[in-house]
């Protein structure tokens, strides 16, 4: 079996046959493949691009903070691997959208193992683009939710990629704005950071309030009406995701200036006309991230 076949045994569920439109949950929108809408991605259905355009009316920002948020998890990614961190848990992995973490990591460090997570049962069903990168590296993929987080912790696919006696950067990149206080965010990132071995790093990034906050009262309104969970969080919410970490600089930051690189400018010329100048306010994004020692 070639290098692409162990790692499609890598996953508890290997990518199956679609089946009905229920099974795959087309019949309601899912924040990954609004997501991927945002990005100009084509693996979303109506009920997605019903709800995307509700929240792009509400908020014209949405595309240009997608592509910022996904720029800063490349640039997060890359500067880690150069700093020796050659293993990643990204949860709340999203639709597949080349490059992945993997590819961006293994750019680097051919070595990197990856292991994904993800709740929609739609990114199993393309889990092989999470599956295929550098023969020296290995990933893996996992369905499963970050509100249960021993599921991952303790899933065969974690345990069996990734080496707990050294550094993991834990990703949690435009993920935590639809995890709430009453789900007990802070405890399920506290959870998972404590279950992480000295000299590993957290990503963080999610949506705030501070720029626009009319906006995006209207926008979470929007959302919770068409039956989703969310909560945007101000810079000192934000930051209390980072307790007992030590922040690398420049701190808590919007994401396009965390590390800026020439990448980083070409971000609003994907869709110039519907994004206009990259500001604070069109992006929306708080994005840091820690160590912990």
């Known amino acids: ?17 679609l089946q009905s439109e229920r099974d795959l949950g087309l019949d309601r929108h899912h924040s990954a493949r609004i997501y991927d809408y945002f990005l100009g991605g084509k693996t979303n259905f109506p009920p997605d691009r019903e709800v995307a355009e509700k929240l792009l009316a509400a908020f014209p920002g949405f595309r240009i903070a997608a ?19 050659h293993q990643f848990l990204d949860i709340g992995t999203g639709i ?11 750019a680097v460090v051919p070595q990197t193992r990856v292991v994904y997570a993800d709740n929609d049962p739609i990114v199993l069903a393309h889990a092989r683009a999470l599956l295929t990168g550098s023969s020296e590296g290995r990933t893996a993929y996992v369905e499963a939710d970050i509100t249960d987080p021993d599921t991952i912790l303790r899933s065969r696919q974690v345990r069996e990629t990734l080496d707990f006696d050294r550094p993991i950067a834990l990703c949690l990149v ?15 990132v506290r ?3 404590d279950a992480m071995p000295s000299g590993s790093y957290v990503v963080i990034s999610q949506c705030t309030p501070d720029f626009a906050p009319e906006e995006w009262e209207e926008a979470i309104n929007v959302y ?10 101000s810079r000192a919410e934000f930051t209390r995701f980072f307790e007992g970490l030590e922040l690398m600089e420049p701190g808590i930051e919007v994401p396009h200036r965390w590390h800026p690189d020439e990448d980083t400018s070409d971000v609003v010329s994907l869709r110039p006309e519907e994004n206009g100048e990259m500001t604070d306010a069109l992006v929306s994004v708080w994005a840091g991230v820690g160590v912990k020692r």
């Open 191 to 193: 959870h998972l950071v």
């Open 224 to 233: 919770k009406a068409d039956g989703g969970s969310a909560q945007v969080r």
């Open 174 to 188: 435009g993920l935590l704005h639809y995890i709430t206080d009453e789900q007990d965010a802070y405890g399920i």
């Open 67 to 85: 592509h910022a948020n996904r720029a800063f998890m490349h640039r997060a990614a890359r500067l880690l691997a150069a700093r020796g961190i």
């Open 96 to 106: 597949p959208t080349s490059p992945n973490l993997h590819e961006v990591a293994q």
């Open 1 to 17: 079996m070639d290098r692409n076949g162990e790692r499609l045994r890598d996953t508890e569920h290997a990518p199956r046959p």
